[in-house]
């Protein structure tokens, strides 16, 4: 069955630092999302991306934050200059159309000390 | 924008205990409903799915939820849980945005003694 990877699994960065994290959706999917989830509390959405554009965000989606498909199949989430409170696991998600299930990856957790 | 309430926070169950999980949401029109289950150190998977037609749908493992329009409602229920239940439940709503994002609620930790 298909499904959504992420690299890395476990990303440890100094504040201040660039962050890239890499996603894979499934292959046939249209809609791509990252969202992320902070120890103990609710998944949030970050931002999401159709038509090579993006569609969504939310606020806490700012200018330090970046999203890229490169090359077709990779979907990436840029921080530029990471905070502490960026410590999080920031989940990826894509869907095959507006309104339907999303499947997710198993996640990035990132620390920042 | 869309809200999705979950009343139980924690859950404590022995095995073999019949399970309802609370979801509430405040869209008021046609609307898709998700549950989506994570097990200790694992990624969202999803559970089930409401997009339309009977309002009682089965997911995996068991898992149904019913669709109660008029109480803005989609509670997850099992019959007789397993301690391989253990784990959190998120009751999620797509928006009615462009790219409708997930809504999640506050998520129900489960908990199955033997």
């Known amino acids: 069955e298909p499904e959504v990877t992420q690299t890395p699994s476990h990303q440890v960065t100094q504040m201040g630092q660039e962050v890239i994290l890499r996603c894979v959706p499934i292959s046939n999917h249209l809609y791509f999302y990252w969202y992320r989830q902070i120890l103990g509390q609710k998944v949030e959405f970050l931002v999401s991306f159709y038509n090579n554009e993006i569609s969504e965000k939310s606020e806490i989606f700012d200018d330090q934050f970046s999203v890229e498909r490169p090359d077709g199949s990779n979907f990436t989430l840029k921080i530029r200059s990471t905070k502490l409170e960026d410590s999080a696991m920031y989940f990826c998600a894509s869907s095959v159309a507006r309104g339907y299930e999303q499947y997710f990856g198993p996640g990035t957790r990132l620390t920042v000390t | 924008a869309q809200s999705v309430s979950q009343h139980n926070h924690h859950v404590i169950l022995s095995e073999a205990a019949s399970l309802e999980l609370g979801c509430n949401y405040s869209?008021?029109?046609?609307?898709?409903l998700f549950w989506y289950v994570q097990y200790p150190g694992q990624h969202l998977q999803l559970l089930l799915k409401?997009?339309?037609?009977?309002?009682l749908v089965k997911g995996i493992k068991g898992f149904e939820a019913e669709f109660i329009k008029s109480k803005f409602s989609f509670n997850l229920r099992k019959p007789s849980v397993q301690w391989s239940d253990t784990a959190e439940y998120f009751c999620?709503?797509?928006?009615?945005?462009?790219?409708?994002?997930?809504?999640f609620g506050t998520g129900t930790r489960l908990q199955v003694t033997l």
């Open positions: 999620a709503v797509p928006s009615t945005g462009t790219a409708s994002k997930l809504t």
């Open positions: 869209y008021g029109g046609t609307v898709n």
């Open positions: 409401y997009f339309s037609g009977d309002p």
